[in-house]
C-alpha cells in the first residue's frame, strides 16, 4: 500500500500513563546512580489523591520512594486540592530479589557476541522505524504530536494559558501518497483545564490554536490547508489528571 493516512499519538508529561512512567524512571534513575549493577522492575499506578509504587529490587542502594514520586508530582505541576505533590497518599510495595551474579557485569566490557548471549527475563513489543521525513528520523506524525505535545506544556509553564493543567493528549494524521507525506490530514488536541467554565470552550479552541498549532507549524514545510480537520477538545471541557481518568 503506497497511500495511506497515519495517525500516531503523544501525551503531555501530565497524562496518568505519563506521570506513572516519569515516577518509575526516577525511582531506577536514583537506584542505577548508587548501584549500577541494580536489578529493578518498577511498576506505578495512580487515582484520585493516591499513587501506588510496587516493584521488584535486586540492588545495594536505597531510595525514598515516596520522597522521589512527591518531587515527580511538583515538578510537572500538579497541585489541586485532589491531586498535589503535598497531601497525595503514596503506598509502597516494594520487594527484595535475591543478587544474581549472573547480571553483575559491565557491559562496556563485553564483546557483541557475549551480550547476544544474554537472555531476556521480560520481553516488550515496540514499534518504530527511522526514516527522513523528519530531522531526527522520525516519522513525521509522531514528530509533530510530540512536538504539539510540548507546545502545550510550554504556554502552561509559561502563564501564556494559565488556565490549563499538566493533562493533555494529541492526534496527528498524515496523508501519505507513494509512501511520502503530502498533507496533514487532520489534528486533534485534548488540553484539560482548571475550570470546566473558564474560559469557555470557544475561547479554549482559539486560544489552543493561535499560541500551540500555529505555533508549532510556522517553521514547517507541510502545514494545515483547509481541509485539515482540526479538533480541540471535542468533548467539550476536559478537567484531567489522575481524578478524572
Excluded at 500516531?8 to 536514583?30: F, Y
Excluded at 497525595?88 to 548471549?117: H, M, N, W
Excluded at 510540548?150 to 494559558?161: A, G, P
Amino acid at each position: 500500500m503506497k497511500d495511506f493516512i497515519f495517525i500516531s499519538e503523544a501525551v503531555t508529561e501530565g497524562h496518568p500513563d505519563k506521570l506513572c512512567d516519569q515516577i518509575s524512571d526516577a525511582i531506577v534513575d536514583q537506584f542505577l546512580t548508587q548501584d549500577p549493577f541494580a536489578r529493578l522492575r518498577i511498576e506505578c499506578a495512580v487515582s484520585s489523591a493516591i499513587v501506588f509504587i510496587a516493584g521488584h529490587f535486586a540492588t545495594s542502594g536505597k531510595v525514598d520512594l515516596t520522597h522521589v514520586a512527591r518531587k515527580v508530582i511538583k515538578r510537572i505541576g500538579y497541585d489541586q486540592p485532589d491531586f498535589n505533590s503535598k497531601s497525595c497518599s503514596i503506598l509502597t510495595a516494594p520487594q527484595g530479589s535475591p543478587p544474581d551474579k549472573y547480571f553483575v557485569f559491565d557491559e562496556r566490557k563485553l564483546s557483541s557476541q557475549e551480550i547476544e548471549k544474554i537472555a531476556p527475563k521480560s520481553q516488550a513489543t515496540l514499534f518504530g522505524f527511522a526514516c527522513e521525513q523528519t530531522p531526527n528520523l522520525m516519522p513525521l506524525p509522531i514528530w509533530l504530536a510530540r512536538r504539539i505535545c510540548r507546545q502545550l506544556n510550554n504556554v502552561r509553564l509559561q502563564n501564556i494559558l494559565s488556565y490549563l493543567m499538566p493533562d493533555g493528549k494529541v492526534q496527528v494524521g498524515v496523508e501519505y501518497k507513494d509512501r511520502k507525506p503530502v498533507r496533514i490530514h487532520s489534528i486533534t488536541v485534548t488540553a484539560s483545564q482548571k475550570s470546566s467554565k473558564e474560559p469557555s470552550l470557544k475561547a479554549l479552541q482559539n486560544d489552543i490554536l493561535e499560541t500551540v498549532i500555529q505555533t508549532v507549524f510556522e517553521d514547517q514545510a507541510l502545514k494545515p490547508d483547509k481541509s485539515t480537520r482540526i479538533f480541540i477538545n471535542p468533548d467539550g471541557p476536559f478537567l484531567g489528571g489522575p481524578s478524572y481518568h
